[in-house]
């Protein structure tokens, strides 16, 4: 979500299901333009987000980030992807 001020709110909800614990993966959010191509990428390691490097059986993790995105770019972005990976 943008803001008047022009940062953005990043939500992300984290659920594991399993009855084991695993590590708690990095998220990749890459914002895009009307063609779906990448225009800002940003990686986010858990300890960035406040999360624990580790998620337990069952844990669900709620991280909030405000993100300020060069004014010049903000007219050309249309969309986003967020991706979870292992680095």
Known sequence: DQQEDGTFALEIVLRHDLPHAVATPAVELTLTDDFDRA???KIFLPDSLGLTTEMPAGASFQALK???LDPDLQPHVSGFRIELFYP
């Open 39 to 41: 225009i800002v990428r």
């Open 66 to 68: 405000q993100l300020q």
